[in-house]
């Protein structure tokens, strides 16, 4: 692994609080979370993000161990040395980057507001691609459940992202022209149209 996933390889013997990780380590977790993966998908590319999606961890300052403070852009570099090392598919790439860096978003689901909701299924370009997007809620939840003790836990962000997606995905774009809008101001009275959307969907309980 040292020669082939050096980036892999880095995160065993990283420490993470355990409170949230009985685990403590990044490696065990890592694999861990793997196994969630192949259990909850057989699409590799899910399995490859899981996978890769806490790779900036072996980059964390060690002063502030255990914490790790930024993680999930730092992991980006990362990815991409991996991806162009082994040359692997532009899907696998994308959705790696996308889950290192927003699967944290999707954790605390239920605590966002509804702008920095809407900007996650912006940047995620779940309106374009939606399937994309539910892969990506699939390695959070795959990621939630790989530490010790939680691999059978309720993951409520999964199902309520995907609701979310759903209602905002509902707004009737062409009444919206009919009505006389376009250009910028059709694309300001969307977000808004989506932001009352994401505002009256009810948020599940997290047990």
């Known amino acids: 692994m ?56 072996a ?39 996308l889950v290192s860096e927003y699967h944290t978003h999707i954790h605390k689901a239920l605590e966002l507001k509804p702008q920095t909701t809407l900007n996650v299924l912006k940047q995620c370009d779940a309106f374009r691609r939606p399937e994309r ?20 836990i309720h993951y409520p962000q999964a199902d309520y992202f995907s609701e979310l997606l759903k209602n905002t995905q509902a707004i009737d774009v062409k009444q919206l022209v009919k009505q006389g809008f376009k250009g910028k101001e059709l694309g300001e009275k969307i977000d808004l149209e989506r932001l009352d959307a994401i505002k009256n969907t009810p948020k599940p309980s997290l047990t």
């Open 59 to 97: 980059l964390s300052d060690p002063a502030n161990l255990p914490h790790h403070y930024g993680h999930e852009k730092a992991g980006l570099k990362q990815i991409k040395a991996l991806c162009n090392r082994f040359r692997f598919p532009n899907n696998f790439k994308e959705l790696a980057l």
């Open 2 to 57: 040292k020669v082939l996933f050096p980036e892999i390889d880095a995160l065993f013997g990283v420490p993470q609080p355990e409170k949230y990780h009985p685990e403590i380590d990044c490696g065990v977790h890592t694999l861990m979370v793997l196994e969630q993966a192949a259990k909850l998908s057989k699409n590799t590319a899910i399995r490859f993000a899981s996978l890769t999606h806490d790779l900036g961890k």
């Open 133 to 152: 997007f539910e892969a990506i809620l699939e390695c959070a939840k795959a990621d939630s459940r790989g530490r010790t003790g939680y691999e059978m």
